[in-house]
């Protein structure tokens, strides 16, 4: 149902949920405010974008969206993707691919399309997730330690030896600073958590830096004063060759926040006993990542960790997501000018922090218990998005994992010779005698799904034949699955029974293949006759069969006559 929850929860909603909504939008857009700017920072673009996508992306997921309690803004997995197309394209190329997997979005949501990224493997998403913690952490090593260096490369092996070149300028005052940070991060909630640790962080380490008088670079010193007021509408320059570059990097973009916005809202459903709206979730999404950017903002997606501390604040309908923009909207207004003094360093620790608990490592670990084929899924994915690219990990993640469940399901099915077993007088299992086979008819049974990864299994055991037989007996009881190959292969094997003189009899067809059979004329084909409910109708036809004389090489016309 394409019906934003803001609409539905509004209905009988109460003055005591409106001052809990408030009450956790407040505290939510408290403790968004560090992280915004740190993710804006982290991915090569000025602070104030990180604010702007909280405040813009945040109202409009709350509004729009399909959950009721997602928080919406930018979020530590798009870091490693913005910061990768700022340094190829610009910022005005950030902009159009965002545009354009917020596009996507919309259209994924639109075309009923949110079940569908539940089909994504654990392994792939733990592989890039942990990827992609492995360089956020590498990305904040410079200003974590106060590094003397210049621009951080993008490339994963030679950000590791730009950093190992300048380990030597590393500042103890910097370091200090990023210790304490996530050390409040970590252990102020033992203490209370009605005020969050990343704004205690914030405001600790900069009073310290401040009144200590610490040489420590600030946001101030490296990005100037914030720009406080509120961003004015910018249309950026198209041309067609930009948008073929992009292509890649907007579904990448489209993919990854429908992914995390969708496991966002799935791990709220389990917070609160509710079921999100998926479709609606990636259309809301959408239109936050098309609108956005055109305001100065970076991607934006459902933030897990801020929607949890929503839930756990009181916040039960898309009111405290709109409370904790609105929240963001007014500290950056009054207070925007006051962040340029927040440490580097206090950014990098919080971003320690956030990595460290997206690397998912008891996961990653747990994984490495699993079947080799996951095993190989899960390190292919984090290896490829550490020293190559996320779109790449991706891509060749899902490929790679289709590829080993598709030689798995072919495994499972069996095309089983069963001629002898019913030729064989005795008892199967009772006093029910086994059906006798007629001379020059053979038997054969699928076990298991008949799709491509299947073909060769059956042709093999096709070839088996020794000669064509007067009728050939095919079992699909155990077939709930008919794909075109499978259905092309039984269309190869009646034509050449035709013309050899054999008789093709199908027995057991579920619903499924008979109506993709049906849909291809294969049963008008055979005749209605020739497709029965079980191996004794089957046996019946094969008995007429048997007992014609069909000159060898002389095509047969009318399968059912």
Request: charged share 15%.
């Amino acid at each position: 149902m394409l019906v934003p929850k803001l609409v539905t929860t509004l209905k009988g909603y109460t003055r005591r949920q409106f001052l809990a909504d408030t009450t956790a939008g407040a505290i939510v857009g408290i403790v968004a405010l560090p992280l915004a700017i740190a993710f804006a920072i982290g991915s090569g673009v000025p602070p104030q974008a990180g604010l702007y996508t909280a405040i813009i992306a945040g109202f409009l997921i709350s509004a729009l969206g399909g959950s009721k309690v997602q928080i919406g803004g930018p979020t530590g997995a798009f870091v490693v993707i913005v910061y990768g197309v700022v340094q190829r394209y610009g910022v005005e190329g950030l902009t159009i691919a965002t545009i354009m997997a917020g596009v996507i979005l919309v259209v994924m949501g639109l075309a009923r399309l949110g079940g569908a990224i539940k089909f994504i493997p654990q392994p792939v998403v733990t592989g890039f997730t942990s990827g992609i913690a492995v360089i956020i952490a590498s990305g904040q090593v410079r200003d974590f330690l106060g590094l003397q260096m210049g621009k951080v490369p993008a490339e994963f092996v030679q950000r590791i030896e730009a950093l190992a070149g300048s380990i030597e300028s590393a500042s103890p005052w910097a370091a200090a600073i990023a210790v304490l940070t996530v050390l409040i991060v970590v252990y102020w909630p033992r203490v209370t958590t009605r005020v969050p640790s990343p704004a205690v962080a914030l405001v600790v380490t900069t009073l310290v830096a401040q009144l200590a008088h610490l040489p420590v670079e600030s946001i101030g010193s490296r990005f100037g004063t914030i720009d406080a007021s509120f961003p004015a509408l910018h249309f950026p320059s198209v041309t067609v060759q930009l948008l073929r570059e992009l292509v890649a990097p907007a579904f990448t973009i489209a993919m990854l926040g429908g992914i995390e916005s969708l496991l966002s809202a799935v791990v709220a459903d389990g917070m609160i006993g509710s079921r999100h709206r998926s479709n609606m979730e990636l259309v809301g999404q959408g239109v936050a990542n098309i609108v956005t950017p055109m305001f100065g903002g970076i991607p934006a997606t459902g933030a897990i960790a801020r929607t949890a501390t929503n839930i756990r604040s009181g916040g039960r309908t898309p009111v405290a997501g709109i409370v904790h923009a609105l929240t963001l909207l007014a500290i950056t207004l009054f207070f925007g000018r006051w962040a340029s003094l927040i440490p580097m360093a206090t950014l990098a620790g919080i971003l320690m922090v956030v990595a460290y608990h997206m690397s998912e490592w008891r996961t990653f670990r747990s994984t490495l218990a699993a079947p080799r084929s996951d095993i190989a899924v899960l390190l292919v994915t984090f290896g490829l998005t550490v020293l190559v690219d996320l779109t790449v990990a991706l891509g060749v993640g899902m490929v790679l994992a289709s590829f080993l469940f598709m030689r798995k399901m072919a495994a499972v099915t069996q095309v089983n010779a069963v001629t002898e077993l019913f030729a064989e007088d005795g008892e199967d299992g009772g006093d029910v005698p086994r059906p006798q086979i007629p001379r020059g008819v053979v038997v054969y049974e699928i076990d298991g799904p008949f799709f491509f990864g299947a073909a060769a299994t059956f042709k093999e055991t096709m070839g088996t034949l020794a000669a064509p037989p007067k009728a050939l007996l095919l079992g699909m009881s155990k077939v709930d699955l008919l794909d075109a190959t499978g259905l092309s292969l039984i269309k190869e094997l009646a034509h050449k029974g035709f013309t050899g003189g054999t008789r093709l009899v199908l027995y057991g067809v579920h619903s499924q293949p008979r109506r993709v059979m049906e849909n291809a004329g294969l049963l008008e084909e055979l005749g209605a006759d020739n497709c029965v409910e079980t191996i004794e109708q089957a046996l019946e036809r094969a008995e007429i069969y048997a007992q014609r004389k069909t000159p060898p090489g002389v095509k047969v016309q009318g399968a059912g006559r």
